[in-house]
C-alpha cells in the first residue's frame, strides 16, 4: 500500500517559556539538525490550530488542550505569519511529483520551563532548552531562525 503524500501546508511552532527560552529538538534522520515542532496538514480541510496541537503532541508528548493538567490552548498564539520556502531536495520524495514549495505557518507556545518531554524517537533524539538568539543559531533552517527571533515580539504572557 502506497503511503500518501505530504500537503505542502504545515505549521511551525516555537515551544517557548515566558523567559524566552526556547525548546529545539533534534532531528533523528540528520545529526545536527535542530529545529522547532514542525509537520504537514494531515488533510486538506484541517484547521492550522489542529495541526500544531497535534504536531506538539506527537513530536514532544506536550498536550494543548483545556482539560486539567494539559498547557491551555490559549497559550497557544497563532502568529499569522506563513513562510514559503523550497522543500528540501533530500525530502521532496515525501511530496506529490513536482511539489517542491511549502507553505509554513507559525505559532508559539507558552509552556512551564519544567514541562516532561517525550520525544517520538523515529522522529527526534534529543532535546535542549536555550535562550532564544542561541536557539536560532543553533537552527538548521532559516525560516525556524528567523521564527524564533520574532519571539520576543509576539510573546504572550499569561
Same mark, same amino acid.
Given at each position: ?25 533534534? /532531528? ?63 525530502? /521532496? ?9 511549502? %507553505? ?9 520551563? %519544567? ?6 524517537? /523515529? ?33 504572550? /504572557?499569561?
Amino acid at each position: 500500500m502506497n503511503k500518501p503524500y505530504k500537503i505542502p501546508e504545515s505549521v511551525l511552532v516555537v515551544i517557548h517559556t515566558a523567559d524566552l527560552d526556547v525548546l529545539l529538538i533534534e /532531528r533523528a534522520d540528520k545529526t545536527g539538525y535542530w529545529q522547532s515542532v514542525t509537520g504537514s496538514k494531515d488533510s486538506l480541510d484541517e484547521p492550522f490550530v489542529e495541526t500544531a496541537v497535534r504536531e506538539v503532541f506527537e513530536e514532544t508528548g506536550i498536550v494543548v488542550s483545556d482539560a486539567p493538567g494539559a498547557v491551555p490552548l490559549h497559550h497557544l498564539t497563532d502568529w499569522h505569519l506563513s513562510n514559503i520556502y523550497e522543500i528540501y531536495p533530500v525530502w /521532496r520524495h515525501r511530496y506529490a511529483p513536482g511539489v517542491t514549495k511549502n %507553505t509554513e505557518h507559525v505559532f508559539g507556545l507558552l509552556v512551564p520551563r %519544567t514541562i516532561p518531554i517525550t520525544l517520538a524517537p /523515529r522522529e527526534h533524539v534529543d532535546h535542549i532548552w536555550l535562550p532564544y538568539r542561541e536557539a536560532a543559531d543553533k537552527c538548521f533552517s532559516p525560516s525556524n531562525a528567523e521564527a524564533v527571533l520574532q519571539l520576543p515580539k509576539y510573546l504572550r /504572557r499569561p
